[in-house]
């Protein structure tokens, strides 16, 4: 794994695969999206209840999921400012929480190419805790609000942000 | 191919794949951009340049961009109202377009159970059309803006949207 | 669902999709696997207990799975004839049943272009039921090899196979 | 990147993304095809003519193909011991070359999970090297079996194989 936690943002590096490549020969949108995942399980672990047991992430917020919960994404948004090419090199992600309300979260992310350190898109997700079984949001718990707080920053589609 | 054009909608009936799955159960929500990728393919044709002939579709928007050109996506939107669930049996996507500008367009989607119909999203997706070389914008062409200016409707995140 | 049954073969049409291209700007070959995967869901339907309720398919065998248990590859073999090229038109995929065991059958597959037929690749699967709890092999049953049997014909990689 | 390569063996440590696993809660099989993609890039460089410089692979492989040829996959085979699990640790994977011929090479491969080190799959790919005009094989070329020789061992799949 490979993060560093600098104030209130995880960076990651994430590696790229010669299949997210398309017909074009740049980074495919889809993939993009597919590697703003990643960055969410690199900075806060696998999913409760999904996969097998590895490496600790900086912020082990998912794995305070109660069984049978899930992290649920609510809203996506990505802007791009140029194509994000393929390299055998990892992009960098920079992670971060734009706003914590009661029940969800916004994240936000830089996504930069990993030679030229180019941002090529930004992007945020609304995340909500849900239950399994009735579908219905939980409340973000206050083990999760410490762990999310440290995170908190600007909006990258704020007002004002570049 | 199973689209259907009423008024200024495009309604496309896209399979899912077993694998669009996750270890949740769900579709997982970068498969969800791919499905919308493919709703962009049944209304407007493969890009020009990339596979072999096919059928024709509803709006062959994609192949009046010139050879060398490419059809870019400059941002994507998704807001979930309910997790997509897998069957084998189409969703329907529901295509338009919510603004024409000089040199890009904003598509919009609903994306619909394919048994119950129930909405589980909505989603719009900017798109620029660039020169492979300069990697330059280029203006929507007279022919272009008459393809797509029948498809022009309200915007599905915009102001009173349901 | 597009599939037909003609004496002991299954012939569905999948459709592709345009990200199933890589930057060869050919079907990906591991694409080309997800292909075979959805020949199989085609063919005997969604493995019990993913995904929700939608069309019955040709041969329901996979919903003869007890819940827990699973179905899952043991061994996968794709030979090329020629490249598979994307078109806006589904593969025609052939499947049939190339041998049945105690507690294992083989899947047999051609592939063609869904305009030329030109049959780009030949492919072969072995499967097993596996218990969940233990991933204990379970024998075949014989409401499963009643299904299985009208299926059973040659190997497409045996002697003698063009 | 994390090759070693030790007598005639690259090891290769390839990360798992979450979304490899489906429904099942394994790495899909699809994706499995993938890795062994990724371990081809690792040990061989990504194709040439495909995405931007980066950094130089343990055998420079494919850099050797001159512009508008193509590798290509002409056969792959895999057999499974064991389901592949996520983990958020890279999983490990051993390649190495089992036969080299006038026109065609075959890798073999081993994945192991990458905390336990099980050996979960097995699996072998026949690649060519093919003309993008005429689609025609190309002889491997001195340059390419200088660089392919040091890697040749015995096959995964052969009598007396493990």
């Known amino acids: 794994m490979s993060e560093m936690k600098s104030e209130n943002v995880i960076t990651c590096r994430i590696p790229l695969r010669w299949g997210d490549m398309d017909a074009y020969g740049h980074v495919n949108n889809v993939e993009v999206?597919?590697?703003?995942?990643?960055?969410?399980?690199?900075?806060?672990?696998?999913?409760?209840?999904?996969?097998?047991?590895?490496?600790?992430?900086?912020?082990?917020?998912?794995?305070?999921?109660?069984?049978?919960?899930?992290?649920?994404?609510?809203?996506?948004?990505?802007?791009?400012a140029a194509p994000l090419e393929y390299?055998?090199?990892?992009?960098?992600?920079?992670?971060?929480v734009s706003s914590l309300k009661a029940a969800t979260l916004e994240l936000n992310y830089r996504?930069?190419?990993?030679?030229?350190?180019?941002?090529?898109l930004k992007a945020s997700t609304v995340l909500a805790f849900v239950s399994g079984e009735t579908g219905r949001v939980r409340r973000v718990s206050p083990e999760q609000r410490a762990l999310i707080e440290p995170l908190v920053g600007s909006s990258v589609f704020g007002p004002g942000a570049p």
């Open 33 to 80: 999206v597919r590697i703003l995942e990643e960055a969410r399980v690199h900075t806060f672990g696998a999913p409760a209840g999904t996969g097998m047991p590895g490496s600790t992430p900086p912020v082990p917020l998912f794995s305070t999921v109660p069984d049978g919960d899930q992290t649920l994404v609510v809203e996506h948004r990505v802007r791009y």
């Open 111 to 120: 996504v930069r190419d990993g030679v030229t350190e180019q941002e090529c």
């Open 87 to 96: 390299r055998n090199v990892p992009v960098i992600v920079e992670v971060w």
